[in-house]
């Protein structure tokens, strides 16, 4: 079955710096990425998802995703953090299969 | 709606005690899933249904689980006997159609600890 990777375990960052987050699938013919995230105490959420098309998906909060389908990745980005965005964050496969998750921590 | 619900929120056990974690989809969703998470593994999924007929138990760690689905707002997730390996937080999720495509939507979760 396909399956995803999240390399970064922990990320601490400040306000306003950018982030990236990285996420990698194993080839499995059609892909569908998706990225969720848990806030702290609440339940996991769809950030966004890509099918087709555009490899540049918008989410919401600001997040957005690129597709490389040549580099089998997926990474999440966001131009400036807030300390809202404290969270765990989730790169999952259309197998229902989710990567292992990237806490990230936002100082203010 | 009232989202996916799961039942208990927290379970303190001793090793050796059966376990049952409860899971109410959401209204007319036809999929249903369970997942473990750890600091160790991250999310796994552990079986899902369609139609209330499993599909994947490939994420089943061992005979010792085992998950019904009765009915289509009716789940459970059953650990006999339980370890203290065993402590995780289970989640339940449940969408429309399918993961491929759609997404899926999460109960708040089981913190389950195994003594």
């Known amino acids: 079955a396909q399956s995803v990777s999240q390399h970064n375990h922990h990320v601490i960052l400040s306000e306003a710096a950018s982030l990236e987050l990285g996420c990698n699938y194993s080839?499995?013919?059609?892909?569908?990425l998706f990225w969720y995230v848990q806030y702290p105490g609440q339940h996991l959420q769809l950030l966004l998802k890509?099918?087709?098309?555009?490899?540049l998906v918008k989410g919401i909060k600001g997040f957005e995703a690129e597709f490389i389908k040549s580099k089998f990745s997926f990474n999440l980005r966001k131009p400036s953090v807030q300390w809202s965005d404290t969270a765990e964050y989730f790169c999952?496969?259309?197998?229902?299969?989710f990567g292992a998750g990237t806490r990230l921590t936002v100082k203010p | 709606d009232a989202g996916v619900i799961q039942s208990p929120r927290h379970e303190v056990t001793e090793m050796g005690q059966e376990v049952t974690l409860r899971c109410k989809p959401i209204?007319?969703?036809?999929?249903l899933f369970w997942y473990r998470q750890t600091m160790m593994r991250g999310l796994e999924l552990l079986i899902y249904?369609?139609?209330?007929?499993?599909?994947?138990d490939s994420g089943m760690p061992e005979d010792r689980f085992s998950a019904k689905m009765p009915n289509a707002s009716f789940s459970t997730l059953k650990i006999q006997p339980s370890e203290p390996r065993d402590s995780a937080v289970y989640f339940c999720?449940?969408?429309?159609?399918?993961?491929?495509?759609?997404?899926?939507?999460f109960g708040p979760g089981t913190r389950l600890t195994v003594l």
């Open positions: 249904f369609n139609n209330n007929v499993p599909i994947d």
């Open positions: 999952a496969v259309g197998s229902g299969r």
């Open positions: 999720a449940s969408s429309l159609g399918g993961v491929k495509y759609n997404e899926q939507f």
């Open positions: 080839y499995g013919g059609t892909v569908n």
């Open positions: 209204s007319g969703h036809d999929y």
């Open positions: 890509y099918f087709s098309g555009d490899p």
